[in-house]
């Protein structure tokens, strides 16, 4: 259970986010407008995006039918908080501590109808390395997986393993959709053998995201 202070945090980070997110431009590209998030007729995939980036991508689809993947540690707590107050579900755990209930949690989301955002190297990194758990829940589940390039003109960088990024006011926001492709995996070894080349794609991603700024 969140405690008073952590709480009084998760209030005014909330209207803070709020605040300078009203500023912020975004510029969504997708080659597929159905992987999209959505308010209504949500597609169920998974969305996987760096733990770095996770602040925009929270602004942008609020509202929308999205559970999101986060760790059940402190900061955690908070991030959840924050996450509610902007209308996401959440699943508690982590793809790489205790994965097996995480993945459980992530399965069943995504039956309820939701999309699910993980964030592939959190909770706790190397920043940028891409675990294998979101293509093993994907590949249980029968759904696509969206790899999501995030990229913002101006922002602040957090000395957070990650170097978590606050964009700044009135950022330009670039966010490039992957087409969804399905988990071609069937063993945990075979999709942790995956993941190097989901990692590079991602990467790559964010570097047509940075162009598109």
């Known amino acids: ?22 500023t912020w431009r975004f510029r969504q590209i997708a080659d597929d407008p159905s992987v999209v ?25 609020r509202g929308h039918r999205v559970a999101v993947l986060i760790s059940s540690h402190r900061d955690g707590e908070r991030i959840a908080g924050v996450a509610h107050r902007f209308g996401f579900e959440t699943v508690r755990g982590s793809t790489t501590r205790g994965g097996a209930s995480a993945i459980r949690g992530m399965e069943r989301a995504l039956a309820d109808g939701y999309a699910v955002a993980v964030t592939p190297d959190g909770p706790r990194g190397p920043a940028g390395q891409f675990a294998p758990g979101a ?11 969206v790899l999501t390039g995030v990229a913002a003109d101006r922002a ?35 999709a942790a053998a995956a993941a190097a080349d989901y990692q590079t794609r991602l990467l790559t991603l964010d570097g047509f995201a940075r162009a598109a700024c």
């Open 1 to 22: 259970m969140i405690d008073l202070r952590s709480r009084a945090l998760v209030t005014a980070g909330a209207g803070a986010i709020r605040a300078l997110s009203s």
């Open 37 to 61: 998030p959505r308010a209504r007729d949500n597609r169920v995939v998974i969305y996987a995006f760096w733990h770095a980036h996770m602040l925009p991508l929270l602004a942008l689809h």
């Open 135 to 145: 293509l093993i829940a994907a590949r249980r589940a029968g759904v696509p997986i």
């Open 156 to 190: 602040w960088r957090l000395r957070s393993w990650d170097r978590f990024m606050i964009p700044k006011l009135f950022a330009r926001i670039a966010v490039v959709y992957d087409d969804a492709t399905t988990v071609a995996a069937d063993t945990p070894r075979d």
